[in-house]
Each structure stands twice: as structure tokens, then as C-alpha cells.
């Protein structure tokens, strides 16, 4: 039931605050993540990880790819992420000591239920699901397993299963860390700053109008770039593929310093350029190459904290989110990007819920 919503895709994004909070609730504590909660087995599955090798399609990729990251970075693992269509069709190695993690939604995925079952006669650690369907052939093949809690997700676009996927992950990398040395310290300001996501995302929800507007902008266009550094490169993946999805707009995402190599010379007024720019370390970095675009007759739509110091100007559209933690930035950077999209193929008049030539799962080659 849609309720009051025009969409499910619209709906969907609006239950994100409370999917969020759900998929923590009795996993966390104020400041420690309960590695219990992740499966009575967990600690030990986890204790001598040396690999996570991330397989997954579409959506669930990008939510993998923001992971990879995170475990980098905080549990210093090293870490690979690729879609499951490609790995399933290469030879590959897997040390014994690997923990071999599939993310899907709907846990019926073909491609990425082949990737494990074929990683299995080649043997790893263990096999972690992320999965929003319990009861699922992935949930039933994997080792262990952590539940998002989305709740059934109608709209073929994927929304709030992206972000529970991220919650879920980040609970994940914070107990897969903890058995490598990361402090209490930065566990309890990571965790606390979890706590926090869904009331920021409620506020980026509450810039719907603001996005609307913008969307405007896009009604007529046939092409996008989406940029981001960092954690947020994947973000604006997840932005492009919503775009094109469900508005028909050819987008495409880059790490922003990869605009020099090619993509700048795709850069005219009639290619927006999208960017996602929390204040983290990487702010200045990305500052110039909107410059770059900007110089070039670009026109821009920046989502970024105050911090960020990104001024409005001819031609730059600056819309303010909240200030978030580095850590936890990609679960709230993705909401407007959700919103800009939706808004667009509203505008469009496109099938929002159920674009062309796309199934909710895909489980077949
Ligand atoms: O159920 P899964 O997470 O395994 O599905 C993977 C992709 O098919 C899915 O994320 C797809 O890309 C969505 N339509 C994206 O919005």
C-alpha cells in the first residue's frame, strides 16, 4: 500500500529514517557495536579474516564498493569488491583466509548465487550474507548473515535496501575492525555518529521542495555526470544508475579526478554536473575540479555540508545538507540524489515505480 505517497519508490525513501534505525536496533549500544548480534558464530568467523572479497550486482555493487572503504580504512583488511556477472566468469584466486561477502536485496540475485557457489569449490574462510529477504536462497547458502531491515521494497529502484545495506555493512567492518586493533575510541565516535543518520536524514528529506526545483533543470537534458572522491565516488555511481533508471537519462559517474582524462570533454551547458561534497579531507581536492567544470561553461549541482564553503554562484546550484561524520556521510549523501531523480522522472512522466525493460529481481542470467 502506497498510503499517502504517489509512488513506492516515493514512499520507500521516506521510510529510510526508520529502516535504518531498525536494521541497528539490538546490534548496538550508544558507543560499541554488539558483535553477538551479528551471529553466534561471528567472532570466530571473523577472528582470522585476512581478505573480504565483496561480490554483488547493480545497486547492492555500489553499496559493496562504499564498503570497501570502510574496511580498508578501519579494519585495514584489504579488501576487493566486483559485480557478480564478471567474477563468476573469471578465473580467480581465493586465499583460504578470505570472508566472502555477497550483498543482495533480494537474496535471489542469479549471477550473484552463481559467484558463491562457485567461490565455495574454491574454498574461503566464510561465507557473510547481506540480504533483505530472510528465508532466501542466499540467506539459506551463506555462513552468516546480517539482516537489513527495509521491509519489502516495491519500487524497482532501490532506495532504502541501499542505505540498510550500508548500516548493515558499517556494523559489519566496525566488528570485523575491532579484531584488528581499532580503538574503542573511534568505534564509540563511529557508532555515535551511526545513532545519528537517521535524524539527518530526515533532514535531507525535509529539502524535498528544494530538490524539486532543481530537478527542473534536468527535465530536458539527455545527459549527466554525477562526481564524487573517496566514499562518495560510489554514491554518485548510485546516483547516476537512479537516473537512468527511472528517468532515462544517460548518466554517468567519475571520481572527480579522473575529469582531466577524458570526461571534461564531454563538459558544455548541456551536461549537468552533479557532485557530492562533504566536508571530509578531500573537500579542497574536489573544489578545484569543480572549477574545472565551471570553466568550461558547466553547470553545477552541488550537494555539501556548510563546511564545505561552496558558494552559489552563475551557474553553481548549492543545496546545504546536515554535517555529518566522514564515516557515516554516504548513507545521508544518497537520499537527495534518491529525491533528484524521482523528482525528475516525475516530471517526465515515466513509470517511476516500474521502469521499461527492468525486473525487481534478477534471477536469471
Ligand atoms: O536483489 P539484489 O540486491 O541482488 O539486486 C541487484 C540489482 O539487480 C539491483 O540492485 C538493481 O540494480 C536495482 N534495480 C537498482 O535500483
Known amino acids: 500500500d502506497k498510503g499517502e505517497y504517489r509512488h513506492y519508490m516515493l514512499k520507500e525513501i521516506h521510510e529510510q529514517p526508520r529502516v535504518i534505525k531498525a536494521t541497528m536496533e539490538g546490534r548496538v549500544t550508544a558507543t560499541k557495536v554488539l558483535e553477538q548480534a551479528l551471529g553466534t558464530e561471528a567472532g570466530n568467523l571473523l577472528q582470522d579474516v585476512r581478505h573480504v572479497q565483496i561480490i554483488a550486482c547493480g545497486t547492492s555493487y555500489h553499496a559493496g564498493m562504499v564498503a570497501r572503504y570502510w574496511i580498508e580504512d578501519l579494519a585495514g583488511v584489504p ?45 574461503f574462510r566464510a561465507a557473510l550474507a547481506i540480504c533483505n529477504v530472510p528465508g532466501s536462497t542466499l540467506v539459506r547458502e551463506s555462513d552468516l548473515v546480517i539482516m537489513t531491515q527495509a521491509g519489502p521494497e516495491i519500487g524497482v529502484a532501490s532506495t532504502k535496501a541501499f542505505t540498510t545495506q550500508l548500516t548493515a555493512l558499517l556494523l559489519f567492518t566496525l566488528a570485523l575492525a575491532r579484531k584488528n586493533g581499532l580503538s574503542e575510541e573511534r568505534e564509540a565516535e563511529i557508532v555515535k555518529a551511526l545513532h545519528l543518520v537517521p535524524g539527518q536524514v530526515n533532514d535531507v528529506l525535509a529539502l524535498d521542495g528544494e530538490i524539486a526545483e532543481m530537478s527542473m533543470r534536468f527535465m530536458d537534458k539527455n545527459h549527466a555526470l554525477f562526481l564524487g572522491r573517496g566514499s562518495q565516488y560510489p554514491v554518485a555511481m548510485e546516483g547516476a544508475l537512479k537516473l537512468k533508471e527511472i528517468s532515462y537519462i544517460h548518466a554517468e559517474a567519475y571520481p572527480a579526478g579522473e575529469l582531466k582524462h577524458g570526461p571534461l570533454a564531454l563538459v558544455d551547458s548541456e551536461m549537468p554536473v552533479v557532485t557530492v561534497a562533504p566536508n571530509n579531507h578531500m573537500a579542497e581536492k574536489l573544489k578545484s575540479n569543480l572549477e574545472e567544470v565551471r570553466a568550461r561553461g558547466g553547470e553545477l549541482f552541488v550537494f555539501a555540508d556548510r563546511a564545505a564553503n561552496i558558494k552559489p554562484e552563475d551557474n553553481i546550484h548549492v543545496i546545504q545538507l546536515p554535517e555529518v561524520h566522514e ?6 549523501y544518497t537520499v537527495p540524489l534518491q529525491l533528484l531523480s524521482y523528482h525528475v522522472a516525475v516530471l517526465k512522466g515515466t513509470d517511476v515505480d516500474q521502469p521499461r525493460n527492468l525486473a525487481k529481481s534478477v534471477t536469471v542470467e
Open 79 to 123: 579488501c576487493s569488491v566486483e559485480v557478480a556477472s564478471e567474477f563468476r566468469y573469471r578465473n580467480h584466486v581465493i586465499q583460504k583466509d578470505t570472508l566472502f561477502l555477497c550483498i543482495s536485496q533480494s537474496g535471489e540475485t542469479a549471477d550473484t548465487l552463481a559467484a558463491l557457489r562457485q567461490a565455495k569449490k574454491a574454498g
Open 327 to 332: 564515516i557515516t556521510a554516504p548513507i545521508v
